[in-house]
């Protein structure tokens, strides 16, 4: 089945590490998305990309590193920079930029 | 920048009422966009809007892009226990590309 695939679903971060959250889609989407989403607040964009080899920044971007590599793949790297990185982190991703976004199920990540 | 107001931010009510919620900008849109997000998952798209006045609905659900496009409402008829769950406006456009979010809505239905 087509899809979006993030791994892994729970995640633990010791102080001072960075950890990597992986994000997996066959849908050939071309953009794909990362948000952060906090208890009762809506989903806030921490970076995005549009094709291969280029991605942007969004509105929480610091602390936050991505690459992307190939099409299907956009891992998301929280590094020691980020302070406050406990929360349900959240990929997408839509066949353009501007279409409707499809999500993931997600992978809640939480301090040691 | 852009921000969405979402009401009401929870809701109770018994298995077999309607629904109702609506998002409000500051700014216009070209695109709204609604989600159903359940616990420990990803949001799930449930309708896309892309004009003005545009009604569209899947199911029980309806949802409407207002005449102003600062706004848009999503109705759920005949609710069932399953309907539970936060959801979510979004919208694009206003000279950017981005989703805006709405911080949701959060539904109980009592049986």
């Known amino acids: 089945d087509g899809g979006i695939t993030q791994s892994p679903k729970y995640l633990f971060r010791k102080e001072g590490q960075n950890v990597t959250l992986s994000c997996e889609q066959n849908l050939n989407h071309d953009a794909m998305y990362w948000y952060r989403q906090d208890p009762g607040q809506g989903l806030r964009l921490i970076y995005y990309?549009?094709?291969?080899?280029?991605?942007q920044k969004g509105d929480i971007a610091e602390g936050y590193s991505v690459s992307r590599e190939k099409k299907e793949s956009f891992p998301l790297t929280v590094t020691s920079a980020q302070k406050n990185p406990t929360a349900f982190y959240l990929c997408?991703?839509?066949?353009?930029?501007?279409?409707?976004?499809?999500f993931g199920d997600g992978t809640r990540l939480s301090i040691l | 920048g852009q921000q969405l107001n979402q009401s009401p931010q929870s809701m109770f009510i018994q298995e077999g009422e309607d629904v109702s919620m609506n998002c409000t900008s500051s700014?216009?849109?070209?695109?709204w966009l609604w989600y159903k997000q359940d616990p420990g998952e990803g949001p799930v798209l449930l309708i896309a809007?892309?004009?003005?006045?545009e009604l569209t609905s899947n199911g029980r659900l309806t949802a409407q892009f207002g005449i102003t496009r600062k706004d848009s409402f999503l109705n759920i008829s005949a609710s069932i226990p399953s309907d539970v769950g936060i959801y979510f406006c979004?919208?694009?456009?206003?000279?950017?590309?981005?989703?805006?979010f709405g911080k949701g809505t959060k539904l109980t239905v009592n049986p």
């Open positions: 809007l892309y004009k003005a006045g």
């Open positions: 990309s549009q094709i291969v080899n280029d991605f």
């Open positions: 997408a991703s839509s066949i353009l930029r501007g279409q409707p976004q499809h």
């Open positions: 700014s216009i849109f070209n695109t």
């Open positions: 979004a919208g694009q456009g206003g000279g950017s590309e981005k989703l805006v």
